[in-house]
């Protein structure tokens, strides 16, 4: 830490420390810039920066024209949380949002919602500008799989605020340089396919959404290798890439039902993808687990209420939401010049969760279909 970081990390822990002992009442305003830093015996770039960390932690209100204030007690601080094709079915920021909504709530924070298309239609000042106005202090974008271009970086940039993905791709901190959360999805397909293995499936069928950037973390041959790995048949006839359409999900199950060696259990990219599959085989007179197991992966809450409940790999939705909230309430410490660590990326582990879809362990048995 250089000298001026240090001096500024001094300088807002005595300012907290007056604002939390109330010796700065809530509704106190400090004297101009140049007048404070010369009685702290400090430069305004070293005050200025110790500013910006008690306001992004909501504890400081700049307004422009005014002066710099104690935010009041009645002053609720609030976060933006920014949505992106909020009405999809399979879209799972409706469960991020609902994580983020419980964990404000019992914290007392305000929750803004903003579509996309919105902010981008705005600049960065005037985003700056209404979050001030609202008492925000960080932003949330529902979003991932950035390339860099993307309009909104620019203006979540801009805007000076801090900016955490809760749901992000591996590579988005470094191409946007917010702070993420990442979800481990190559630990959790593995896991995956090891507890299938163990329950005696050694021909397991995955039918996988044709744009997913990747197996949940694998390539195709990562993916065979894992099968082979475990014990599992590695036909790549085994693996379907399609669109998220119920026409195409039974077509590609009543394909691989009619495969000479037919698979006795089908992983599903996500549990959105198991409800069509699940379908499909009622459709052929199968019946889950006993004729094939089924198994998602994401963790929709409604799939404990499937008949029989789905198996699935629990990204924790609401969870991400929620640890999303925590972290942009240090962004002191790591956002803006007084930043004494990088933009974090978190890492947080899917949990294998069993159900009825896998209960039955495979039994040899011939099976042909019509």
């Known amino acids: 830490m250089s000298n001026m970081e240090l001096k500024s990390e001094n300088i807002y822990r005595l300012l907290k420390d007056r604002i939390a002992s109330g010796a700065y009442e809530p509704g106190y305003q400090f004297a101009p810039e140049i007048v404070l830093a010369k009685e702290l015996g400090v430069g305004k770039v070293t005050l200025r920066s110790a500013f910006e960390k008690l306001e992004n932690e909501g504890l400081l209100a700049r307004i422009h024209g005014k002066g710099t204030f104690v935010r009041k007690a009645d002053d609720k601080k609030a976060i933006?949380?920014?949505?992106?094709?909020?009405?999809?079915?399979?879209?799972?920021?409706?469960?991020?949002?609902?994580?983020?909504?419980?964990?404000?709530?019992?914290e007392g924070i305000e929750v803004f919602i903003a579509e996309r298309q919105f902010i981008e239609s705005l600049s960065g000042t005037e985003l700056a500008a209404f979050c001030r106005t609202k008492n925000i202090f960080g932003i949330i974008p529902l979003m991932a799989l950035f390339l860099g271009d993307e309009k909104i970086i620019g203006i979540l940039k801009e805007s000076s605020l801090p900016v955490i993905l809760p749901h992000a791709n591996l590579n988005d901190g470094k191409v946007t340089g917010f702070a993420t959360i990442v979800v481990r999805e190559e630990k959790g397909w593995c896991s995956a396919i090891e507890y299938l293995c163990s329950c005696g499936h050694s021909r397991i069928a995955t039918v996988i959404h044709e744009k997913a950037p990747s197996i949940r973390g694998y390539s195709l041959d990562g993916h065979n290798?894992?099968?082979?790995?475990?014990?599992a048949d590695a036909e790549e006839s085994l693996t379907r890439f399609i669109p998220y359409l119920k026409k195409d999900v039974e077509k590609a199950v009543f394909s691989l039902l009619n495969m000479e060696k037919p698979p006795t259990c089908i992983l599903c990219y996500s549990d959105y993808f198991a409800i069509h599959v699940y379908d499909s085989l009622k459709e052929n007179g199968l019946r889950i687990p006993a004729d094939i197991a089924v198994m998602g992966t994401c963790g929709y809450p409604g799939a404990i209420f499937m008949n029989p409940s789905l198996s699935t790999v629990d990204y924790q939705y609401k969870e991400l939401g929620a640890k999303a909230l925590e972290i942009l309430k240090i962004s002191g410490e790591w956002f803006g010049p007084g930043a004494v660590y990088a933009s974090?990326?978190?890492?947080?582990?899917?949990?294998?969760?069993?159900?009825?879809s896998t209960k039955a362990r495979r039994v040899e048995k011939v099976m042909q279909y019509a």
């Open 225 to 231: 290798d894992l099968l082979r790995k475990n014990g």
């Open 80 to 106: 933006l949380a920014i949505t992106h094709e909020f009405n999809f079915f399979a879209n799972p920021s409706v469960h991020i949002l609902d994580g983020i909504k419980e964990k404000a709530s019992s």
């Open 344 to 356: 974090p990326q978190i890492f947080i582990d899917p949990v294998l969760t069993i159900r009825e």
